[in-house]
């Protein structure tokens, strides 16, 4: 009997938009959108401020430090590619800048009394091909 290798899982297409922050996470560096107008980093990337819809944005780095906002511990995945990769944490982590980013914590016992709301976590990457790598959160050091 041979192990098979489970399936892989969906990679983000990057846009135009979002090509830059790609890249950094190639580098293993997290960057936001930031709005100078009202002062205000946000996530996902995209050229308008979702606070006062202005387009006079740029980029900032991110310290990568957070804390957990929420998390989920799924042990029965959507699809095979997901199935085969139970169990896992998808999370809701509040950076220091203050911007809530969608990833998984990783480096943690996939159970209730290892991870705790507000947990300090900062970020690593997990590259998926040549172009695309997650950035995931672990326990902070
Ligand atoms: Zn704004």
């Keep these: 009997m041979s192990q098979q290798t489970p399936p892989p899982i969906p990679v983000p297409a990057p846009q135009p938009e979002s090509d830059f922050y790609w890249e950094k996470c190639?580098?293993?560096?997290?960057?936001?959108?930031?709005?100078k107008t009202c002062d205000s980093a946000y996530f996902y990337p995209r050229d308008i401020c979702p606070e006062c819809f202005s387009r006079d944005t740029d980029w900032v780095q991110?310290?990568?430090?957070?804390?957990?906002?929420?998390?989920?511990?799924?042990?029965?995945?959507?699809?095979?590619?997901?199935?085969?990769?139970?169990?896992?944490?998808?999370?809701?982590?509040?950076?220091?800048?203050?911007?809530?980013?969608?990833?998984?914590?990783?480096?943690?016992?996939?159970?209730?009394?290892?991870?705790?709301?507000?947990?300090?976590?900062?970020?690593?990457?997990?590259?998926?091909?040549?172009?695309?790598?997650?950035p995931k959160f672990r326990p902070a050091s």
């Design 62 to 134: 991110s310290s990568g430090k957070g804390t957990v906002h929420t998390f989920a511990i799924v042990h029965r995945g959507p699809t095979p590619p997901f199935r085969d990769r139970t169990p896992y944490v998808p999370a809701i982590v509040e950076l220091a800048e203050g911007v809530r980013i969608p990833t998984n914590l990783v480096g943690v016992e996939p159970d209730p009394e290892a991870i705790k709301i507000g947990m300090a976590v900062e970020v690593v990457f997990e590259p998926l091909d040549d172009k695309i790598s997650l």
């Design 26 to 35: 190639k580098d293993e560096e997290l960057w936001l959108r930031h709005c």
